[in-house]
């Protein structure tokens, strides 16, 4: 199962974005919601789905090799019912595998009693374990061990409702929490879990189905297992962090431009920053319209949600480039995420770190050169470097963008941006 291709690479040239894009469905979304649809036998549908993203291209080829049939259409797709599971997903995947493995297993758990799965893989920033979901798991009453290159569990009878309190808030711990739950033998309650929309998207789609799942805010979740969960159908949410992206694309290159099925309520927190940092924002029913300018110096750090994401810093870092002064970056999930920062100075971008923090020493005159995309985010913020930058940026290793971005080089040029995907 091939899912990248070492060949392709992103051309970009200095643009200014002008006109209006359409979001597509949440990439952390979509990839555990399709993992949820192992919970039951029946249909499922998703509408608003990201059929063209590399990460879902492979969880569905996993879906079909765990015994599912699949029909996929331009934005949504139908996951037909299935009486035969497999328990054991045997993939050529390594590496470049996504993280949900630790997710199926637990499907597969709840459903099966067994599982035998790749571990996970997906972008090398940090530490990202799967020790948190083990221990779910354990608390459970399921047994897990490593073998080879999988990661295999079992359980006897039915997993157990259990009360688990997570050191740190995960959010694939707590997912792994709700899935394994939904269909366990009496109550499970999660403290310490991690809200975050995604989360709540798939909260909502497992009530859809049967699942009785309450939610108290960041202090716990209470999943109520049931026998059985039945067939639904279900909208996945907007993508906040290409929303994001546009944002400031639109605010770096002094641009106006309209996106569509914006999601204000997943991104409030970042538009209050965005705003101090010279954004102007004009909101309809369903849509924002960003208008960009001069750009203002920015101190940041991550959080939990309603904060800003890991995944979002390296977006605002671009915007540190090109404001007049030093902005500062503090990741506090990942800590030292800034690996891309060594791409960036191939350009022209100016950075210290002390300790874990960032600075950013605007403003930077960036110039095109070939740049590698050393992981999903770290491409994105390549790609917005390229839009400001004097000549042409040739990102590489661009497969990795493709990830968690659908059809990224349309989607700019229907910007009028000229962002060009080719092969070597």
């Not at 050191?167 to 899935?179: D, F, Q």
Request: net charge neutral.
């Amino acid at each position: 199962m091939e899912i990248q291709n070492e060949g392709l690479e992103l051309e970009i040239y200095k643009s200014k974005v002008q006109g209006t894009v359409n979001l597509s469905g949440a990439k952390n979304s979509a990839l555990k919601l399709l993992v949820a649809s192992l919970l039951t036998d029946d249909d499922i549908i998703f509408y608003n789905f990201p059929s063209k993203l590399l990460d879902v291209v492979t969880s569905i080829q996993m879906l079909k090799k765990i015994g599912k049939s699949i029909d996929l259409n331009e934005n949504w797709i139908k996951i037909k019912s299935s009486k035969h599971i497999n328990s054991e997903l045997q993939t050529e995947v390594r590496e470049h595998s996504i993280r949900t493995t630790p997710l199926i297993l637990g499907a597969l758990l709840a459903r099966k009693g067994y599982g035998k799965v790749p571990l996970p893989g997906g972008c090398k920033i940090g530490e990202r374990k799967y020790d948190l979901h083990v221990m779910v798991l354990e608390k459970m009453g399921a047994r897990i061990w490593e073998e080879d290159n999988y990661l295999v569990g079992e359980v006897q009878n039915k997993l157990k409702g259990a009360v688990i309190e997570l050191p740190i808030r995960s959010t694939g711990a707590t997912e792994n929490a709700i899935i394994a739950g939904v269909l366990a033998e009496g109550t499970t309650v999660l403290f310490g879990p991690h809200i975050r929309p995604e989360i709540l998207d798939l909260v909502k789609f497992l009530r859809s189905m049967g699942a009785n799942i309450t939610v108290r805010g960041q202090e716990s979740i209470v999943v109520e297992g049931v026998n059985f969960l039945h067939g639904a159908s279900h909208t996945v949410i907007s993508d906040s962090v290409e929303a994001l992206t546009f944002v400031v694309a639109a605010l770096i290159t002094g641009g106006e431009i309209e996106i569509s099925n914006f999601p204000f309520n997943d991104l409030e927190v970042p538009l209050i920053f965005l705003r101090e940092s010279g954004g102007r924002f004009f909101r309809n029913e369903n849509s924002l319209i960003v208008k960009g300018g001069e750009c203002f110096p920015l101190d940041i750090s991550t959080g939990p949600f309603p904060g800003i994401n890991s995944d979002m810093q390296p977006i605002f870092a671009i915007i540190g480039l090109m404001a007049k002064g030093i902005s500062k970056i503090i990741d506090l999930r990942f800590p030292g995420r800034y690996a891309y920062v060594e791409e960036l100075q191939k350009m022209g971008g100016r950075f210290k770190i002390n300790g874990n923090i960032l600075m950013i020493l605007g403003p930077c005159q960036l110039k095109g050169t070939e740049v590698r995309a050393l992981d999903l985010r770290c491409g994105a913020a390549l790609i917005l470097a390229g839009l400001v930058a004097d000549g042409c940026t040739r990102i590489v290793n661009a497969w990795q963008i493709l990830r968690g971005y659908e059809e990224i080089d349309k989607k700019f040029q229907e910007l009028n941006a000229k962002v060009y995907l080719n092969k070597k």
